[in-house]
């Protein structure tokens, strides 16, 4: 399995934990069954057999604003926030803004 894939239930909880996202919102996200998320938590600190897997959850906790932080420089791995309190509470209120909704591409 590639580093950048490398995933483990227990990355998988402190993700959700960080968040306050549950079993079945990672599940619509990333397309993996809630009762196959809960086994992964529960098996710890194992890497994830399924490639595919870990990389439908990367990209599912990246959707929820987490940062995988990988092994390296003699450190382990974790997970952080991508945005600040201030950057949660500004997206919040533009997306609060209402309005005509259009495309954001800009020419």
């Known amino acids: 399995m590639a580093e950048r894939t490398k995933m483990t239930g227990r990355l998988i909880a402190a993700g959700r934990?960080?968040?306050?996202?549950?079993?079945?919102?990672?599940a619509d996200v990333t397309?993996?069954?809630?009762?196959?998320?809960?086994l992964m938590e529960a098996n710890g600190s194992a890497w994830l057999h399924s490639e595919e897997d870990a990389v439908a959850l990367t990209r599912g906790l990246e959707h929820f604003g987490i940062v995988i932080l990988y092994e390296s420089d003699g450190m382990g791995?974790?997970?952080?926030?991508?945005?600040?309190?201030l950057d949660v509470k500004q997206i919040g209120r533009l997306e609060a803004e209402g309005g005509i909704v259009s495309s954001d591409d800009a020419p």
């Open 31 to 38: 397309g993996v069954p809630s009762e196959t998320l809960r």
């Open 17 to 26: 934990a960080l968040t306050g996202v549950s079993l079945a919102e990672l």
């Open 77 to 85: 791995a974790g997970v952080r926030l991508k945005f600040t309190r």
